[in-house]
């Protein structure tokens, strides 16, 4: 059986990066074979998984980005109380060019997955292609082989882990955690596991002494470090801006300070610098393959960067005296899209934004808070990963015209500047960037040149229409 194609209500929900997909049988007893069905029938009959159209959601490892996938199901039941899944069939959902709800052909499918009376099996379903319309980076994604571990705790709720991953992106997903639905039972927000629900973090209380140079602290359980710059001179009455300026992946605070030079700007600028680190394992590893916490839908205290933003913004102001209607954010790279981030999740702490190869996963709210963009990318070979970003990399020229299409549509002011140098950032904008952030208090979304930029913008940035 292949998917129905008349039904393609699931396509409408979500767009993904990746796809995966595992159905398993509860344990139930019967004389012979007995093939799944509604699992509202007679209470006396056997009842297997509901035959038919389901919904999978995985929250992919480190990044926490939730994935919607399409599954077919054909099962059987066995007089023992194990089953066989006799047939799955995969498709990935997302929109096409039109923004359109899309659902890919079958991508793969499997025969004969055994499954033990208690209700848990394993499972592989071989390496596939995840098609452009269904990422979120523009691209197709290439997968290996997913190596599935489940259990059916329900005739209608099945869970379990998935391992893979994305080479391109030099990412692994082992741990992928996943919950599969019948589609007429799936859940707002997808859930993608049976337990655990989601964890909240409580803000820092006690905050350490913060020095120029490296900083400590304990923030959402993870032991985090950023690095400060303090300007010369006298503190301003209303107190000192701040600047958050946040490295791309595999970076680190000192390589974003030293790329940009934002810090020979700190005592001319008359601003505190700020440089934070991804967070680390004690082994060295990252914590979030994609360094920052962008592409989880965690909005609040339950993403441990928003949590590490909003208490360095609470021990700065606890420290020095900062300017609360100054706070900005800027980054790079995987920094780009977490500022990006910050400027939708975090507007009402920041005056201004400024994220350089940045871009937003999600679907954009509606009562997104006003305040100004720069937005600033290198041109159509601003990519990243795979092939230069062609076989399964991040698209970041895309991305831009997306991020400057929702501004425009919410009427924020935004600068846009195509440097056309591929995926750096420029020290040329550097100074525009502090001339940018510094000329807005929070609150405020005007022009405040009167339809010129600055000479100090380079002739390639433009007040977006």
Known sequence: MSFNTRNRSCAALLVTVLAATVIALPACGSDDGTKGGDAGGDSTTPVLLEDGEWVLGASLAGIGLVLPFAVHIDSTLAADGSGTIDLFELACIGKDADGQPFQSDVLASATAIAVAADGTFKATLPAFT?????STISN????TDWLIEGTVTAPDSICGTIDTTAPLLSMDFAGTTFKAVPEDDLADPMETACEGGTKVYTPIESCPVLIPGGNKLVSAELDRTFDVYLPSGATPTAGWPVVFLFHGLGNSAEQIVDVTGMDTLVSEGGFILIAPEGANNPDGTQVNPGEWTAQAPAFGLDNRDLVFFDDMVGCAAKQWNIDGNRVYAAGMSAGGLFTTFLGVHRAEVLAAT???????????????VQHPWMVSWGGPDDKWGGDEGGAAGVNFDTLAAQLLGFLGDDGMFTVSCNHGQKHVWPKELTKPAWDFLSAFKRGENADPWGGKLPDSFPSYCKIAD
């Open 130 to 134: 995840i098609a452009a319309e269904c």
């Open 140 to 143: 197709p994604v290439a997968v």
């Open 354 to 368: 400024a994220p350089f190869s940045g871009g937003y996963f999600h679907a954009w709210p509606d009562d997104a």
